[in-house]
């Protein structure tokens, strides 16, 4: 084993590792701590790949930036809850089996699709080329599609947000 593959082995473990407690946290401002470290994981897996500008971005945007108006905006709004008030719905058990059964579902239909393949790249020595990068978003053999399913789940996600603070000011 390489030192590369621990180092990837490592980063790659407390990248899922503080995922899972992103959302298994007890506390809010716990599970914010845990998406900082997740995204910082994220960042070193992608400068093991030898990815500067994505690595670069990765702990601008989302550490520096994202990460930290969440936690100010929770700072900000906290409200304490109940003691006794319990975290999961009664419907949880379902849902971590449906979401179970979609990975294992898209983890097979991908697996046999031919446009997922293993294959190495080589980096040119003066560093990635950005032009490519760029026009790789806006190609549609490229990541066109997955840039556009990400850019409709941020504003299902804002407009869910929207819903939510609505009824909780009609209900106060």
Do not use: C
């Amino acid at each position: 084993m390489t030192f590369l593959r621990f180092i990837f082995i490592i980063a790659a473990a407390i990248t899922l590792g503080s995922a899972v407690m992103v959302v298994s946290a007890r506390k809010i401002m716990h599970a914010a701590l845990w998406l900082i470290l997740s995204l910082i994981g994220v960042a070193v897996l992608f400068a093991l790949l030898e990815s500067r500008f994505i690595t670069i971005v990765q702990v601008i945007v989302y550490v520096g930036a994202i990460a930290i108006l969440i936690i100010f905006g929770l700072m900000l709004t906290r409200r304490e809850s109940a003691e006794g008030e319990s975290r999961y719905t009664a419907y949880w058990r379902y849902a971590a089996l449906v979401s179970g059964f979609l990975f294992v579902t898209l983890v097979i239909v991908f697996s046999g699709w031919f446009g997922v393949s293993i294959t190495d790249r080589t980096i040119p020595f003066g560093g990635e080329d950005l032009v490519k990068l760029g026009q790789s978003f806006v190609d549609p053999m490229g990541f066109l599609i997955p840039f556009e399913i990400a850019s409709v789940l941020l504003l299902a996600a804002m407009l869910g947000a929207i819903f939510v603070a609505t009824n909780r000011k009609r209900g106060q």
